[in-house]
Every structure is written in C-alpha cells, then in structure tokens.
Antibody, heavy 120, light 107 residues
C-alpha cells in the first residue's frame, strides 16, 4: 500500500521560497515505472500540475511552463522522499499543495495536502 | 497547454438520478482522459482512465465514454456517497491539465 506523507510550513512570506517534502512508504522513489509529482489546488487556478521527478536509469524532472524557472523537484533516495521548492512566491501561489505518485500519467496515490498561504 | 472545459459547473440531483458530466478538450487527446472524484478536505480519487476504463474498486455505476475532444462521465444511479466534485484530466500531452470541476450537489 503506497502512502505519501507531506510535511512543510503552512505560511511563507512573499518573495521567499516555499519548501515541501513528501515521504514515501510502500514504494521506492527510485521505482523506474512511477513518477513523483507536485500538484496544487486553489479557487482561482483549480487543479494545476506543477512538475515531477522520475528515475529511468538517470533522474529526470519536468515542470509546468507556468512555474518553470521558479521550481525545483528533487528526490532523496537515502530518505525515500521527494521535495518541492518554489522560489519568489507571491500571494498567487497560495494553494493546497499535493504530492502524488503517477503510473502512466495517472495519479493513483496522493498525499494528504498542505495548505500554504503566502502572506507577510 | 491543452485546455479542459467541463460542464456544467454545478449539477443538482437526487439519489437515484442518472447524472452526466461533459468534458471538452481544446484539441484532440485521443482517449487519454481520466476522471477523478474529490470530497471536501480530501485529495482527488481516480475513477476512470483511458476515457472508459474503470479503476479497480470503483463501483460499476460509474462509466466514461468519448474520444478526441468530447468526453462524458455518467453515474447511472446517484448514491449518497457520490455527492462530490468531479474533475477530468488529460494525459495526452505533457503538461497534464485538469478541468475546472463539476460539483454534484443534493437537489
């Protein structure tokens, strides 16, 4: 049974960096048929896929155009987890952030969600 | 990015009703479409993939159809547990995009 447990602060100041971590149990971040994603949800933007990292003999990452240049998703194999860093945040980045595992681009396992508010 | 448009945004229905939700893609996505159900405070849950394939454990009253740019999700007989928000997602073209959601509420 794959389980994803998110952690990270719920309040970030404008212009600072949003950092979240997703710990994996029941699977390996190095699984070469899965990918590890971050998705956010807000009333104004709906569900928005942000990016993913995955291992296929090497590590790869893909990012949404809307956040490219501000986002980094990394895997930590020693802790079996992956992380999101989003730089230079504004109030528009306020959302519930989810980590999710996908297989064949289908999101079958999700974290519990973290509400991140960008505010002074 | 491919834009996904759902209709209606809100649907009022009663237990036992047959319910249909439509999702349109801004360009052809073949059958690379999934449907998710989301309840308040929870993450979305995968119901249907490849337009019409039922995810394991999902009740058979849920069905999906369509290809190209137009798709539907049908609930044959609405149950109390089905009042929720439903989202379509295309996975034909990276980056993946979702519809804006359809809230199925009690009439």
């Amino acid at each position: 049974q794959v389980q994803l447990q998110q952690s990270g602060p719920g309040l970030v100041k404008p212009s600072q960096t949003l950092s979240l971590t997703c710990a994996i149990s029941g699977d390996s971040v190095s699984n070469n048929i899965a990918a590890w994603n971050w998705i956010r949800q807000s009333p104004s933007r709906g569900l928005e896929w942000l990016g993913r990292t995955y291992y296929r003999s090497n590590w790869y990452s893909d990012y949404a155009v809307s956040v490219k240049g501000r986002i980094t998703i990394n895997a930590d194999t020693s802790k079996n987890q992956f992380s999101l860093q989003l730089n230079s945040v504004t109030p528009e980045d306020t959302a519930v952030y989810y980590c999710a595992r996908d297989h064949d681009s289908l999101f079958q396992h999700w974290g519990q969600g973290t509400l991140v508010t960008v505010s002074p | 990015d491919i834009q996904m448009t759902q209709s209606p945004s809100t649907l009022s229905a009663s237990v036992g009703d047959r319910v249909t939700i439509t999702c349109r893609a801004s360009q052809s996505i073949s059958s690379w479409l999934a449907w998710y159900q989301q309840k308040p405070g929870k993450a979305p849950n995968l119901l249907i993939y490849k337009a019409s394939s039922l995810e394991s454990g999902v009740p058979s009253r849920f069905s999906g159809s369509g290809s190209g740019t137009e798709f539907t999700l049908t609930i044959s007989s609405l149950q109390p547990d089905d009042f929720a928000t439903y989202y379509c997602q295309q996975y034909n073209s990276y980056s993946w995009t979702f519809g804006q959601g359809t809230n199925v509420e009690i009439k």
